[in-house]
């Protein structure tokens, strides 16, 4: 049984990874943490979860809580997961990093954490949109230049970061395989007099709104002929069992970052 901590455990994934953990033949939920000044403090994390009370209460110091975990999981805000990293170095637990929205500083920093100890990080958990990653490398690499390239993505109205990390992810995928730096032609935002389309560029589209949980169509355009691989996400266990998967495989590994790629490889 791998003992895991679940960090921002009252949150929408939060919650999804209490459910999953319970639901896990190997993992059981031994901390689960929120910020310091939450209500949820002391409160039972099955209960806030939705499921059974499991007799483990909400704490506040991350510092604390992963000392009794093999595994530290965390989907919350970039400097919480900068945070708990700091915490899993200091007492040598692995971690899996579902948070988005990190900047080239915040990656190099989790870069450094991971010679120190196991990471599993990825922009999205979920077996079918790492699928989709390999599909849309091969699609790329087959269609080639003489396909437009545009990413759609949709979530709900909480969202804070855009395009989505699995969007980033999608467009990386097709631009390593058509020999592009995305950081080169990604192409975030169109209005006004723009010009005709550059043939060399990734366009990204982004869709905000109610409840959206994730959904991704990748398009490859080409004059009298279109290809879409989509993904849609009807339901954030997909994530949450993926980040579980995830953490049991990663307890115990040598130093390094891993992706969601090598869980599915390895295991
Ligand atoms: P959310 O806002 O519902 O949950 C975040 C939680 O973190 C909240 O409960 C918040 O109170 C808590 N938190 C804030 N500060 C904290 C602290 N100092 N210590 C402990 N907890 C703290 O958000 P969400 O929808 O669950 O998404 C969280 C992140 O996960 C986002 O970055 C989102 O993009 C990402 N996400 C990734 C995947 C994936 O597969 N990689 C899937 C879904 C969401």
């Given amino acids: 049984m791998i003992k895991v901590l679940v960090v921002g455990v009252g949150g929408k994934m939060g919650r999804t990874l209490t459910q999953a953990c319970a639901e896990a033949d190997n993992a059981t939920l031994v901390a689960g943490t929120e910020y310091p000044e939450s209500s949820l403090l002391g409160q039972d994390i099955g209960v806030v979860a939705g499921i ?22 965390d989907f919350t805000r970039p400097l919480v997961s900068l945070a708990t990293l700091e915490a899993c170095v200091n007492t040598g637990c692995a971690a899996v990093i579902g948070t988005t929205g990190f900047d080239a500083e915040q990656k190099a920093q ?10 599993v990080m990825a922009a999205n958990f979920s077996v079918g949109v790492n699928v989709c990653l390999k599909l849309l490398h091969d699609a790329a690499a087959a269609l080639g230049d003489d396909y437009d390239v545009e990413i759609i993505e949709a979530h709900h109205r909480h969202k804070v970061d855009a395009p989505s990390g699995t969007a ?3 467009g990386e995928s097709v631009a390593d395989a058509l020999g592009r730096d995305l950081a080169d032609c990604a192409v975030y935002a ?13 366009g990204f589209q982004t869709i ?3 409840d959206i949980v994730g959904e991704h169509t990748v398009m490859f355009i080409s004059t009298g002929e279109r290809v ?4 849609k996400a009807s339901s954030r266990m997909n994530f949450a069992a993926g980040a579980v998967r995830a953490a ?6 040598e130093p390094g970052l891993y992706s969601m790629q090598d869980v599915l490889a390895r295991d």
């Fill in 52 to 73: 059974a009370a499991n007799g483990v209460s909400i704490t506040g110091s991350v510092g604390d809580a992963v000392s009794a975990a093999e595994v530290a999981i």
């Fill in 168 to 170: 980033l992810a999608m």
């Fill in 110 to 119: 989790i870069d450094a954490a991971a010679k120190r100890i196991p990471i």
């Fill in 248 to 253: 049991q495989w990663v307890a115990r590994r």
């Fill in 228 to 231: 879409e691989i989509s993904h």
């Fill in 190 to 202: 169109r209005e006004g007099d723009t010009g005709a389309r550059d043939g060399q560029t990734i």
């Fill in 208 to 210: 905000r709104g109610g």
